[in-house]
């Protein structure tokens, strides 16, 4: 298992940049998958990147492709993501999450989750 902690949540302008983090607890870190979502007030938790174990594949809705850039570093047991070209309707409580490959999908079957950190992007 793993213990997964979110930061680098923060306000900023639109059109602006965060690069957020997570970081991950215990050794096995690197044969995990690691995906990021958010959920915004009032609407559903909602698929926002993915990365495979090795960090070889990302996957992405269509709605962030372009601007957000999904990547890990599993020598320091850490995932990030760089959030570029910000829009208001990004604003959201994101989450990263893990999986052990073949258990899930790239969207769905993440098994362990952060408690999130609050990215707001004002007009």
């Known amino acids: 298992q793993v213990q997964l902690v979110e930061s680098g949540g923060g306000l900023v302008q639109a059109g602006g940049s965060l690069r957020l983090s997570c970081a991950a607890s215990g050794r096995t870190f690197s044969t995990y998958a690691m995906a990021w979502f958010r959920q915004a007030t009032g609407k559903e938790r909602e698929f926002v990147a993915a990365?495979?174990?090795?960090?070889?594949?990302?996957y992405y809705p269509d709605f962030v492709k372009g601007r957000f850039t999904i990547s890990r570093d599993n020598a320091k047991n850490t995932m990030y993501l760089q959030m570029n070209s910000l829009k208001p309707e990004d604003t959201a409580v994101y989450y990263c999450?893990?999986?052990?490959?073949?258990?899930?999908?790239?969207?769905?079957?993440?098994?362990?989750w952060g408690q999130g950190t609050q990215v707001t992007v004002s007009s």
């Open positions: 990365i495979s174990w090795s960090g070889n594949s990302s």
């Open positions: 999450a893990a999986r052990r490959p073949g258990v899930g999908s790239v969207r769905e079957g993440y098994e362990y």
